[in-house]
């Protein structure tokens, strides 16, 4: 099996480098960490994960959709899409490789979102096993293995280096050309880390906790619950939770006049805002109560309904960790299935 040793890492960032620009995590200020384009001086983060997740490199917060120029009654309407060079992203968690997969579900899907489509096809993920996770997360609940993530690459931490697989026909292709940089190693090692993996996701305290009262077609059972009166009053509607989530996907889209052109730009939103899905006739959800009920639904009940149950959450606890009044969807799933709620 491909290995790959700590003191050949940066060969393999330098090897890689010369076919495709490589992304990774590294740490910024206030203990936190981004990614970045890897250059000869960059450090690898050896965080968990990284405060945003790498969704923003095919659903960036903001990007130009169209530009108009206006001259009397004559509209020129300027194409600004673009080929994106090919990239990878380095260190992917098992978490956020599955968020794709949640992602792709809403824009591959007919009609197709031919920008998030273009970064798709030209984006390598390599993801990395979860030799460290935390306390917040709780990934396994919706059936994603950290000691196996998605990805067309896969890294499998040990103490002195990492294992490498191709998951895909594109990894593999990317592994060969760089073949020179790996060594071979009896697969043990990595089945002994996947092992250790296992066993430190069964000790963690989200281990246990339930789903089972979310998912399809449990709608008529939750949506007026009681429940959801108590657990919003807290809310300050901040929409933090919907800007660090890997799997959130509602944006709006505005027009700017420049003076020179008009420009068309998707920005993120949030369903905790109040202006949400404002119409002429005014807002659909004009309480916090409402707005609130709404980000935990789609996430355990619509999303599972409308796409063969897959639950538009991937436990990767940034909800917890950022809430700056310790409510999260956690919080949601133990109040619904009576557990006991200290989280």
């Known amino acids: 099996m491909r290995f790959l040793s700590l003191d050949n890492l940066d060969l393999f960032f330098e090897k890689a480098s010369e076919f495709i620009k490589i992304y990774v995590p590294v740490d910024t200020a206030g203990n ?27 659903f960036p917060q903001t990007e130009n959709l169209a530009e108009f120029k206006m001259s009397h009654k004559k509209i020129e309407i ?5 080929d994106t ?42 993801s990395m096993t979860c030799a460290r996770p935390s306390e917040t997360c709780f990934c396994n609940r ?23 697989k191709g998951k895909t026909k594109r990894g593999e292709d990317f592994l060969a050309s760089i073949s020179d940089v790996f060594e071979d190693r009896d697969s043990k090692g990595a089945d002994e880390a996947e092992q250790k993996i296992k066993e430190v996701m069964k000790k963690l305290p989200l281990s246990d906790i339930s789903s089972e009262a979310f998912g399809a077609g ?29 799997t959130c996907q ?23 805002y109040s202006d949400f899905t404002k119409m002429a006739h005014g807002n659909i959800r004009n309480t916090q109560k409402e707005r609130f009920r709404q980000r935990f639904m789609h996430k355990l009940v619509y999303f599972p309904e409308n796409n063969d149950g897959l ?17 999260n969807i956690v919080k949601v799933m133990k109040e619904f299935t009576g557990e006991k709620n200290d989280q």
């Open 32 to 58: 936190k960490s981004s990614y970045k384009a890897w250059s000869k001086s960059t450090k690898v983060s050896k965080s968990l994960h990284t405060t945003r997740s790498a969704k923003d490199f095919f």
């Open 78 to 82: 300027i194409d600004v899409r673009r």
């Open 85 to 126: 060079e090919s990239f990878a992203i380095f260190g992917v968690k098992a978490c956020d490789a599955r968020s794709f997969s949640i992602l792709d579900k809403v824009y591959l899907s007919d009609p197709v979102d031919s920008f998030y489509k273009n970064r798709r096809e030209r984006g390598l993920i390599i």
């Open 142 to 164: 919706f059936g994603i293995e950290p000691s196996d993530p998605d990805g067309d690459v896969v890294f499998v931490e040990t103490a002195d280096g990492y294992f490498v």
């Open 218 to 246: 449990k709608t008529k059972d939750l949506f007026d619950r009681e429940e959801w009166e108590k657990l919003s009053a807290s809310c300050i509607a901040c929409g933090t939770c919907t800007f660090v989530c890997p």
């Open 250 to 272: 509602c944006y709006d889209i505005k027009d700017f006049d420049t003076g020179h052109e008009i420009k068309r730009i998707r920005c993120w939103d949030s369903c905790m």
């Open 311 to 327: 639950f538009g959450c991937v436990g990767c606890g940034r909800c917890i960790t950022s809430c700056p009044v310790s409510m």
